[in-house]
């Protein structure tokens, strides 16, 4: 489940690079409620551990309630697992809780497998305007959970005809999976999934073969969408819209975002605990770990500012390569981000990029600069005139 994430977080963090000022924690845009470590499914490349613990609307309620006077006008609150279906009475308690006390203050996102999405859940979602998340691997999810392929296929359908517009798709690929990329988009398309994103586990060393055979499925992609985008006038994969952000990518967790997991400890990204939070004596940890609930709304100012600067060190041109070549002198800086959690979870360093990375992302950035270029490519005005 958290490979879904990461391509997200790396598209919202993009920012242009001034001299952040660590010390100074911003105004929070979002925020993450871990529910529980509990999971039905054992995804390979999630690096999640599997736990008791879970958390409480009380919890919950203090945690909203405590950084009140810090919330952004509109904040996003993101419920996640484990699988988050497991503990809906959980769900359906914060959200009456958000509404009750912070009148339209909140935008919500929920995070699935989608093997327990039935139709009551789905009407909740679309009633509270959710912005779902549903992973699902196409072609590939045999190999990640063969018996759960009727459940989410159902869930998909339902949701076509119940809130079309109201999720996106991500499938994660490995290198044993990454052959059936571009069949299981185009099969998606077919099937009048609106919205597409893939992910790559790149925890794992890529090889030079694995990294050939990735370019030849992009390419067939990129053919794909454009025929796909000729058609409708929509370009259906996520990963491929332009945002317009340029500049060096930097993380904000700590800063402007925090998240809550089920052992009630605070950090700026959930995705730090799945690195650091079953280590509490690595010296890493108290960097980057807020504290328990109780510790956290407690901690000075002063104590919560030294923590976010740690945060705040964590830039692209600030990162470097196994091989210690510095990000900061690399061309293509402004157009690559890499999540440093998930850089550390395959070289064991923060920061520390892994060779096949590196690579990796300069192929997505070879195919997608021949997506722009292509001349039969469906442009803005096409687009525009379906509107």
Known sequence: ????????????????????????????????????????????????????????????????????????KEVWLGFYGGEPLLSWPLVEKTVAYAENKFKNRFLFTLTTNGSLLKKEHMLFLKE??????????????????????????????????????????????????????????????????????YSLDICVPWKNADLAALERQLDRLVTICIRHQQKTGKMPLENWVDDGKKGTFACFAGRDRLALLPDRTVWGCYMFYDLLGHEPLHPDYSKYCFDKLEEFMSLP??????????????????????NKELCSLCNDLESCAVCPVTAALASGTLAVIPNWTCKVKKIGRRVQARLTANPNRAGDSMENSHA
């Open 1 to 72: 489940m958290r490979v879904a994430i990461v391509v997200h977080l790396e598209k919202f963090a993009r920012k242009r690079s001034p001299c952040y000022n660590g010390l100074a924690m911003k105004e929070i845009s979002s925020l993450t409620l871990v529910l529980s470590d509990q999971c039905n499914f054992s995804c390979p490349y999630c690096p999640q551990r599997r736990g008791k613990n879970a958390l409480k609307i009380e919890d919950i309620a203090f945690f909203l309630d405590f950084l009140r006077p810090r919330l952004e």
């Open 301 to 322: 100012t002063k104590a919560l500012a030294t923590v976010a600067a740690n945060y705040a060190e964590l830039r692209q041109d600030y990162f470097f390569s196994e």
């Open 128 to 197: 509270h305007r959710f912005d779902l998340v549903l992973s699902y691997d196409g072609l590939a999810q045999k190999n990640r959970d063969g018996g759960s392929i009727a459940a989410v296929e159902a869930a998909l359908a339902n949701l076509q005809e119940l809130y079309p517009e109201g999720y996106v798709i991500n499938s994660v690929f490995t290198q044993k999976t990454m052959p059936l990329l571009a069949a299981s988009m185009r099969e998606m398309m077919k099937q009048g999934h609106r919205r597409l994103q």
